[in-house]
T-cell receptor
Framework: KQEVTQIPAALSVPEGENLVLNCSFT??????LQWFRQDPGKGLTSLLL?????REQTSGRLNASLDKSSGRSTLYIAASQPGDSATYLCAVTIQGAQKLVFGQGTRLTINP | DAGITQSPRHKVTETGTPVTLRCHQTENHRYMYWYRQDPGHGLRLIHY???????DKGEVSDGYSVSRSKTEDFLLTLESATSSQTSVYFC?????????????FGPGTRLTVL
């Protein structure tokens, strides 16, 4: 059974710092990995999708990497801002199954 | 937001009553999903659809049924609501008519079962 883990559960950093969020998964047989952002009381916003054949994807200040063989992904946020405060979720699409498996998320707080 | 709306956005109901939640999309995506989000459990798949009248169960499907009579609408029904079904329900679509495409989520429905 695929399990997705995100550590730490919460992270607080001062504004302007670069930071890395971690995601690990137990089964390397995935189609892709997706990073989401969720603001309190809101839905999920897709940030980046990495296909299993790719190593990284970039969007603005965000860079996501994927090492399928070791079961790890990272989300790098450059020059963090208070508006980046949210919960960040990673999820993998399992090969042969029609669904995403989610991690529990990392709650990120950027302090002005 | 991939043109996804959910209704109602909030609902309070009593144990034992049937409840139907609606997900509507405007872009003719083939795949649609219903998830629930609970503290300590994260997001879990309830049911999904891969076309009109084509649906299948997810990991937490007991007590729920779904229907998809039109491409744009995916309905989730709680046949007899229980307090354990108090949750936030999210609808999602997968773009590109792919099961493994990028998923986009609706704004959610907060359901309280008293």
């Amino acid at each position: 059974k695929q399990e997705v883990t995100q550590i730490p559960a919460a992270l607080s950093v001062p504004e302007g710092e670069n930071l890395v969020l971690n995601c690990s998964f137990t089964d390397s047989a995935i189609y892709n990995l997706q990073w989401f952002r969720q603001d309190p009381g809101k839905g999920l916003t897709s940030l980046l999708l990495i296909q299993s054949s790719q190593r990284e994807q970039t969007s603005g200040r965000l860079n996501a990497s994927l090492d399928k063989s070791s079961g790890r992904s990272t989300l790098y946020i450059a020059a963090s801002q208070p508006g980046d405060s949210a919960t960040y979720l990673c999820a993998v699409t399992i090969q042969g199954a029609q669904k995403l498996v989610f991690g529990q998320g990392t709650r990120l707080t950027i302090n002005p | 937001d991939a043109g996804i709306t959910q209704s109602p956005r909030h609902k309070v109901t009593e144990t034992g009553t049937p409840v139907t939640l609606r997900c509507h999309q405007t872009e003719n995506h083939r795949y649609m999903y219903w998830y629930r989000q609970d503290p300590g459990h994260g997001l879990r798949l309830i049911h999904y659809s891969y076309g009109v009248k084509d649906t299948d169960k997810g990991e937490v499907s007991d007590g729920y049924s779904v229907s998809r009579s039109k491409t744009e609408d995916f309905l989730l029904t709680l046949e007899s609501a229980t307090s354990s079904q108090t949750s936030v329900y999210f609808c999602a679509i997968s773009v590109g008519n792919l099961a493994n495409g990028e998923q986009f989520f609706g704004p959610g429905t907060r359901l309280t079962v008293l």
